[in-house]
């Protein structure tokens, strides 16, 4: 019971601290402002997370996986059925998919991360991880095109990861929105771009 309390409690601040970054903005925002939004004190809110930045952390962590199971992305059902596809068409397909999916929950925060990460040091080094993350995911694509012996002649695993990096970054996403264009077409498009990019003609 105890256990579910602190759950909820937790998921209470987060999701206030949410709101409150996505409104005034990161820096703007305090700890204590989040407390109050929450409906608990401040030193819960320090207890629980120890810092803005470890909160902002797993703001971003929750909603790259869509819930706070301890289950990383590729260990889902979409995650594993791109790297156990055996179709290099498919393995693009559900990649693009997975991408789509990640950017459209992420994407809000992520600009609030980007954006603090001008100024704070600790979303700076966020943003680090976070980028880091997502090369590291586009490796685990790159690496099954590899296995299936699909990857184009003369592109090597660093170069093939590096473009899907380009291509997945919040700026290409951003700009597809100012555009106009749902999720399916930044996902058909992104789709081509990869396959252009790692399978050639």
Known sequence: MRDEQALATRRRIRDAAADLFLRDGYVATSMASIATAAGVSRPTVFNTFGSKAELLREIADVRLAGDDEPVDVLSRPLGRAMLEATDPQEVLELHAQLGAELLGRIVPILTVVAEAATTDPDAAALLEVQERGRLFGMGATVD??????????????????????????????????????????????YLRCARAALLGP
């Open 144 to 189: 099954r095109l590899i296995e299936l012996g699909a990857l184009r002649e003369g592109l090597t695993r660093e170069q093939a990861a590096a473009s899907l990096w380009m291509l997945s970054g919040l700026e290409p996403y951003r700009l597809a929105e100012r555009s106009g264009w749902s999720i399916e077409d930044y996902r058909d498009w």
